[in-house]
């Protein structure tokens, strides 16, 4: 099972670009909430997904609330990384 974990933030272009080349099983998006009336990275998936002509693809979001918080970032990282490793 191919699982790709990527950092939405910046130009949505090569996450869009790796999801169409290298067709994952399940991707984890790892996307900031809103926050102070300005949107979130999460927002920005469905475009990606569009992109890569893959608007079915499996996926979950690790959503990050305070994305300037490096160690609560890594906290919800390791724990998807948990998850993922028991289910697959």
């Known amino acids: ?18 999801i169409a080349a290298k067709r994952p099983d399940y991707v984890v998006f790892v996307a900031s909430e809103p ?9 920005e998936i469905p475009r990606i997904l569009e992109k890569a002509q893959r608007p ?14 490096p160690e609560a970032a890594f906290l919800s990282l390791r724990d998807a990384l948990v998850r993922l490793r028991r289910q697959h």
């Open 56 to 69: 079915k693809q499996d996926h979950e979001i690790v959503r990050l609330h305070d994305p300037d918080d």
């Open 1 to 18: 099972m191919l699982i790709l974990i990527a950092s939405v933030g910046g130009s949505p272009a090569p996450i869009a670009s790796a």
């Open 35 to 43: 926050r102070g009336g300005s949107p979130g990275s999460a927002d």
